[in-house]
């Protein structure tokens, strides 16, 4: 009886109103790239910071239609990467439940565990999204910041006090890097908790009426 009663459930239906959609799909897009953005102006801000003190927050607006454009793609790209995966691991998770015979389930308290099982996946991969989602447009935000403002010589330290990969063990032995060797390999592994640090050795200065801070123009 309990066989038969689970035979009975239409399982790509239940799939269809528990998987992710495109119009979710859209909407998480949305949120990556206004997180992006953020972490983009946060810091143009924080290497602005370092050589005009005065520079305040509001003084900072991406407004590069370019720039943006690389981070709505890089938004599109990740939202359908992170979706694809959920959904795929959503059918493994239900073939699970099928083969499972006991305790016998009905739709609805299918869709009760199929909630909690997505509320402990995404904490579980909540540092992970995080990491890599805002690693991209800081470290753009630092290399946009000195070819914008023409500040040469500029070499980048790839800070880290436990690097445990081997990419990035290898990354730290050859500090520095220049900018375009950043530019090459940005993030060198998705939830890598490490950043790229500027250095430059002669001394700066910068014009505040002049100084690039995510404006339309790229110079």
Same mark, same amino acid.
């Given at each position: 009886?309990?066989?038969?009663?689970?035979?009975?459930?239409?399982?790509? %239906? =239940?799939?269809?109103? &528990?998987?992710?959609?495109?119009?979710? +799909?859209?909407? @998480?897009?949305?949120? /990556?790239?206004?997180?992006?953005?953020?972490?983009?102006?946060?810091?143009?801000?924080?290497?602005?910071?370092?050589?005009?003190?005065?520079?305040?927050?509001?003084?900072?607006?991406?407004?590069?239609?370019?720039?943006?454009?690389?981070?709505?793609?890089?938004?599109?790209?990740?939202?359908?990467?992170?979706?694809?995966?959920?959904?795929? %691991? =959503?059918?493994?998770? &239900?073939?699970?439940?099928?083969?499972? +015979?006991?305790? @016998?389930?009905?739709? /609805?308290?299918?869709?009760?565990?199929?909630?909690?099982?997505?509320?402990?996946?995404?904490?579980?991969?909540?540092?992970?999204?995080?990491?890599?989602?805002?690693?991209?447009?800081?470290?753009?935000?630092?290399?946009?910041?000195?070819?914008?403002?023409?500040?040469?010589?500029?070499?980048?330290?790839?800070?880290?006090?436990?690097?445990?990969?081997?990419?990035?063990?290898?990354?730290?032995?050859?500090?520095?890097?220049?900018?375009?060797?950043?530019?090459?390999?940005?993030?060198?592994?998705?939830?890598?908790?490490?950043?790229?640090?500027?250095?430059?050795?002669?001394?700066?200065?910068?014009?505040?009426?002049?100084?690039?801070?995510?404006?339309?123009?790229?110079?």
């Amino acid at each position: 009886m309990q066989d038969q009663l689970l035979k009975a459930l239409n399982w790509d %239906d =239940l799939y269809q109103s &528990l998987h992710f959609s495109t119009l979710e +799909k859209n909407q @998480l897009a949305e949120a /990556l790239y206004n997180t992006k953005v953020a972490a983009y102006e946060e810091a143009l801000f924080q290497e602005a910071h370092r050589y005009l003190p005065s520079i305040t927050k509001d003084q900072v607006h991406l407004t590069n239609q370019y720039t943006k454009g690389v981070l709505k793609k890089q938004a599109n790209l990740h939202a359908s990467y992170i979706l694809k995966t959920h959904n795929a %691991d =959503l059918k493994k998770y &239900l073939n699970i439940i099928k083969q499972d +015979k006991y305790p @016998l389930r009905n739709s /609805l308290q299918i869709a009760q565990e199929v909630d909690k099982w997505t509320q402990a996946r995404f904490k579980k991969r909540a540092q992970l999204i995080a990491r890599t989602e805002s690693f991209t447009p800081i470290t753009k935000a630092q290399t946009d910041f000195y070819r914008q403002n023409k500040i040469s010589n500029t070499k980048f330290y790839f800070k880290s006090d436990k690097a445990s990969c081997k990419v990035c063990k290898v990354l730290v032995k050859n500090n520095p890097h220049s900018l375009n060797k950043v530019l090459r390999v940005g993030i060198p592994h998705p939830n890598c908790p490490h950043q790229w640090v500027a250095h430059v050795e002669k001394k700066v200065e910068l014009n505040p009426a002049n100084v690039w801070l995510g404006g339309a123009n790229l110079r």
